[in-house]
Structures are given as C-alpha cells and as structure tokens.
C-alpha cells in the first residue's frame, strides 16, 4: 500500500512539473527581467516609457487571458485591452465569471492566468515569421529535423542555447539594418516581450486552478495504478511536449533578455 501510494505522488509530481513547470518556471523567469526592465525604463523615460511599450503589449497580454478564457468557458464580464487613466497603474485587464462546480472551468483558472505567455510566444514567432522570414526558416528547421531526444538533459539545454545563438546572428545580421522590416519587428519584439509576465492577480487567480489540476492528476494516478496502466507512452509525449515548448519560450526569454539590455542601456541616454 505504502508503495503504490508513493508511486502515486511521485507520477503524480513528474506530471506536473512536465505539464506546468516549464511555463511556470520561465514565467517566473520573465517577470524577473520585465520588472528590471520596466524600472530602467522609468529611470528613462518616467511612466510614459511603459505606456510606449503597454502600446502592443498590453492587449497582446490580455487577450492571452481572453482566449483561455473562451477556451475554459468562462464568461467575460469585462475587458480593457489597453488603459493609461487608471490611478493604481493596471494598463489592462479580463475580468470573467465562471462555474465553481466545474472541474473543467476551475482547472482553466491555471492557463487563464498563463495566458499572456502563450500569446505573447505566438505573436513573437508570428512576427519572425513575417519580418524576418530567414530566420523564422532556421527556427522551423530546427524544430522539423533538430529534435532528436526523448528526454530533457544537458545536451537539449546545450542544442537550445547553440539555436539561440544562431537566431540572434540571423537576426542582427548588418544587412537586416536597412530593411524597415527588421525595425518593425525589433519594435514588437521589445513590446510584446515587456509584457509577456505574470502579474501578481495572474498568479493568485491561477492558484486554485493549480491545486485543482494537481488532485485531478492525484486521482487519475490511483486509478492507473490500482489497474496497473502503463504509462511510458504519456510519459514520453509530456516529454516531447516539454522540448517543443521550450524551443518556443526560449524565443520569449530571447526577447525578455534583449529588452532589459536595451532599457538598461537607455538610462540617462532616452531623457
């Protein structure tokens, strides 16, 4: 009995952290480097440097909460894409109501409040795609015939930093400076990946979502071991699940990283 139990916790915390611990992880991550930037850019600027960049981010940020909400049947009671008049500084929100009764929708509190992070990645890979077509290429590339493991050690952490590295020198090739394309997406780029993070409501309204996920899992794990269900074949596609889904946030860290370096490098020089 005691066994089966700590076989149980132990899937239980190996599903979730393939399943949610990435995209919390480098949640975490990128609100770390939005609010360093955030500050350099004050320093700068003053407020009206976030309202520059709040532009395009903002509204990317909350309609990722707007879509999962529609995805987790939540009903959207009230939305701000974009708000430079409120006095407590909130450029933006999603408020929605939903059934407390329902697995289904509580469990959509999590990715609702993950939200921005997904739809900021899409727009950035979208914009790659449309501005910078070459690089976008040795993204898909490396996504179509570059993944060759079935697990996350050190030579997929050593792949990603070598894409990212090949990436930037896609990206900043001289030649790209005299495209206007090239300025375009540098501008969403910097936009979107300073308003990619998780505000501090993102993270409360996600919480119950987690706890509730997390017993889902608990219970479908008791399930699978009281009949003895394999399940190295799950495993291994939250597996590969977790590697593409690196690839992508690597593109949002990327960014978050170029960002705070330029608002870093603004200070006393953007008065």
Not at 45 to 69: D, N, Q, S, V, Y
Request: glycine share 6%.
């Amino acid at each position: 009995m005691t066994e089966s139990l700590l076989k149980v916790i132990n899937m239980t915390i190996m599903q979730m952290g393939y399943f949610t611990g990435l995209i919390l992880f480098v949640g975490l991550i990128l609100g770390f480097f939005e609010k360093a930037a955030n500050t350099f850019i004050q320093r700068s600027l003053g407020r009206k440097g976030i309202f520059i960049t709040a532009f395009i981010g903002t509204p990317i940020h909350e309609i990722g909460h707007a879509i999962m909400c529609v995805i987790f049947n939540h009903k959207i009671v009230d939305i701000k894409l974009l708000n430079f008049k409120d006095k407590e500084g909130v450029l933006g929100y999603v408020k929605h109501s939903y059934n407390k009764n329902s697995l289904y929708q509580r469990i959509g509190n999590l990715f609702i409040a993950l939200g921005p992070i997904f739809s900021g990645t899409s727009v950035l890979i979208l914009a790659l795609y449309s501005f910078m077509p070459q690089s976008f290429s040795i993204l898909k590339k490396y996504v179509i015939y570059g993944i060759n493991s079935d697990r996350i050690d050190k030579d997929l952490v050593l792949s990603l930093l070598n894409l990212s590295g090949v990436l930037l020198k896609s990206i900043f090739s001289v030649n790209n400076f005299q495209h206007i394309s090239f300025w375009i997406f540098i501008i969403v780029a910097i936009c979107v990946s300073s308003h990619m993070a998780l505000s501090k409501a993102d993270i409360e309204n996600g919480k119950d979502g987690f706890l509730v996920l997390l017993a889902f899992i608990f219970v479908m794990n008791i399930v699978l071991v009281y009949f003895s269900v394999s399940i190295t074949q799950y495993r291994l596609q939250l597996i590969r699940y977790n590697i593409y889904l690196s690839i992508f946030l690597m593109i949002a860290i990327m960014f978050s990283i170029f960002s705070l370096v330029i608002s870093f490098l603004c200070q006393g020089n953007c008065i």
